[in-house]
């Protein structure tokens, strides 16, 4: 594994419409919809998530209604790691402009040496939206 790397996107959201954000970040169905090739809740806090034919293990630890959610990823046997990859959503108000923000700050190993995996999160950001918007 490669040296792990902050990552860090935000895109402008409708206050309207937090709750089905919430929804689509917080659940198997929400996230298979959206984020992966496939997701299936296998514990309480723990998903199984499948994208590009791999499986990764991610638990629930630290979470808000309509607010943020925090994922560790654990290890094949669903284990946590001594520096485990972390993705974390949260929907936040910026108290000066008043405009809301969906921001994924993710913490991984990720190669991105063309710019891919910015724009693979810009097109996920659009993807969501439009579930979330119509």
Excluded: C, R
């Excluded at 895109?11 to 970040?25: A, H, N, P, T, V």
């Excluded at 630890?61 to 943020?68: F, I, M, P």
């Excluded at 290890?75 to 790691?81: I, L, V, W, Y």
Aim: net charge negative; glycine share 4%; aromatic share 18%.
């Amino acid at each position: 594994m490669g040296e792990k790397k902050k990552f860090l996107v935000e895109f402008e959201i409708q206050e309207d419409f937090l709750s089905k954000y919430y929804y689509y970040l917080s659940t198997a169905e929400g996230l298979s919809k959206w984020m992966a090739d496939d997701v299936e809740q296998v514990e309480e806090k723990i998903f199984k998530l499948v994208w590009n034919q791999q499986v990764h293990y991610a638990k629930i630890v630290k979470q808000k209604a309509n607010k943020y959610i925090k994922f560790e990823f654990l290890n094949e046997n669903m284990e946590s790691e001594s520096n485990p990859s972390i993705l974390d959503f949260s929907l936040k108000k910026n108290e000066m402009t008043e405009v809301w923000y969906f921001i994924v700050d993710e913490y991984s190993d990720f190669q991105d040496e063309q710019g891919e995996f910015e724009e693979d999160w810009l097109e996920l950001g659009k993807q969501l939206e439009y579930l979330v918007t119509g």
